[in-house]
Each structure stands twice: as C-alpha cells, then as structure tokens.
C-alpha cells in the first residue's frame, strides 16, 4: 500500500502546554501510529490577540494514501478536531459579525499543514495550510521535520 507525509502543526498556551502537545501527539499516535517525525518545541508570542505565550510543535506521519485526498483530508481533520476537544478546546465563532478572524487562547491547536504534496480545497478544509508562509511559529517547527521532504513542491514556504 502506497503511503503519504501528513504534517501537522501544534499550539498550546492554556494550562500545563508541554503536557497539551505531548498528549495531542499521544492521541495522534493511537489513531494514526507512531509519529516518524516531531519537532523540538518553540515558544511563541500569541498572534492576533493579548494572551499568554504559545509552545508550538510540528509532527509527520506516514500513513497509507486514500483514493481521495478531500475525503481523507476531512477525515483527519474531524480526528483533530475531536482531539482538540477531548483536551478541553471549546468550539467558538471562528469570525465576528463584522467576518473579522477571532483568535484567542486555547489549550490545543492542532492544523494540518500538509497531505504528501496533495491540495484539498473544500469550504472546512485547505491544505497547504494558506497561512503557513506568514507564521514563523508554524515555520519554526516545520522545518526541523519537512524541509527535505517539501522544499521542491513548495519552494516559497521553505526559502
């Protein structure tokens, strides 16, 4: 069976952070096997919002590749957002009424960064995650585990 990169980003700045990321990947490990990559942890400023300082992480995994990557990808991303809930992220507006981005602390963020060198493009999902150029806290991370692997398909990222 054919197997694909999955990349994904992590962010914790409620609560014991280092305990959040460690359990995510944990949870990730059950549902996916044993990560083959993970990042030191960077510490970051919050981004957008007043909050506490961030700890963020970068994780791969190989798993085999699904016929589609939209129905894998809205797969994974129903796991992380299942993730994020069992360790305590409550479910918010994403947008104001004005459609301005809300961003506020949470005890775990977990983004798919990337499938292999596949783009989904839906209305819940896209991947490259479009905002990964303008987040050192995401770069930082990603490429301690992706720069060899990434760098020819998305030079821009990986400069």
Known sequence: MERIDVYF?????LGNRRENLLEAVSMLDK???RHKALSALFETEAQGFDGPPFLNAC????VPRMA???????ELLRLVKGIEKAL???EVPLFDADGTRIYQSRPIDIDILFYGTQTVQTQALTI?????SQREFVLLPLREVAKRDLKKAFPEIFV
Do not use: F, K, Q, T
């Open 31 to 33: 549902a996916l096997g």
């Open 68 to 74: 589609s990557p939209v129905a894998h990808g809205l």
């Open 128 to 132: 490259p995650h479009p905002r990964i």
């Open 9 to 13: 980003g992590l962010g914790s700045n």
């Open 88 to 90: 305590g992220r409550e």
């Open 59 to 62: 994780v791969r995994y190989r």
